[in-house]
């Protein structure tokens, strides 16, 4: 089950990196789930005292994803604000 979620996952970023209207969605949904595994990761972690260094390093690399897509949702949000000419 597990690769068949991450398989799913994998094509529907591939599909939102090449398709314009699919980018917006795509970044939050990876926030979305990145924010989720950090959540869990840190209850873990703090709450159970059940980690090692391999988890310490897992949390750590999950907020550096989420920090990459926040600021990926923010440029995006620059690159939408941005005034198009409409006959180009």
Request: negative net charge; charged residues 10%; proline residues 2%.
């Amino acid at each position: 089950m597990y690769v068949g979620v991450m398989g799913a996952l994998g094509i529907f970023f591939l599909s939102a990196a090449l398709l314009e209207t699919w980018r917006l969605p795509g970044v939050s949904l990876a926030v979305i789930s990145y924010a989720g595994l950090a959540a869990v990761r840190g209850w873990e972690i703090f709450q159970d005292q059940a980690y090692n260094e391999l988890i310490f390093q897992l949390l750590i690399i999950e907020m550096v994803d989420l920090l990459a897509g926040v600021l990926a949702l923010y440029c995006l949000y620059l690159v939408r604000r941005q005034w198009r000419n409409p006959y180009l």
